[in-house]
């Protein structure tokens, strides 16, 4: 019951922090800003990309949150805090990429740079555990 009582006050905290606390990575391109799809081109506000942006957040924090936990250690806590962690470095991600403008080549500089930091610690992660 007592990690029961840790994993609700560590979502709760999560759900505070990640919907009062974090900035709309978006706001760094102004207040309306033009998307081309196709031949069509939107005029988009950062608040609506974030909406529509947040899904795929969610998703990919998710997938990620499991490289290093599993259901089955039965310490949701744990899940959860490496939630909200790897939620705030996603946001963080994207505020960094919107600051340069969502440029291809910053994009996929940090994208590399990211990939390779979870190659790096999954790695040191089965080093430790498996002395691999």
């Given amino acids: ?40 081109t939107l005029t988009m506000t950062p608040i609506v990309m974030n909406c529509l942006a947040e899904p795929v957040l969610h998703a990919l924090t998710f997938a990620l949150v499991g490289l290093y936990y599993s259901r089955s250690e039965h310490n949701p806590s744990k899940g959860s805090f490496l939630y909200l962690m790897f939620y705030c470095v996603h946001v963080g991600l994207l505020y960094l990429m919107g600051l340069f403008g969502f440029a291809t080549w910053a994009v996929a500089l940090i994208l590399i740079v990211y990939a390779m930091a979870h190659i ?11 002395g691999v």
């Fill in 1 to 40: 019951m007592k990690g029961d009582y840790m994993y609700k006050f560590i979502a709760a905290l999560s759900f505070i922090i990640r919907t009062f606390y974090l900035p709309n990575p978006f706001d760094s391109l102004g207040t309306t800003f033009p998307v081309t799809i196709g031949e069509n």
């Fill in 120 to 130: 790096g610690f999954n790695a040191l992660k089965n080093r430790i555990r498996y």
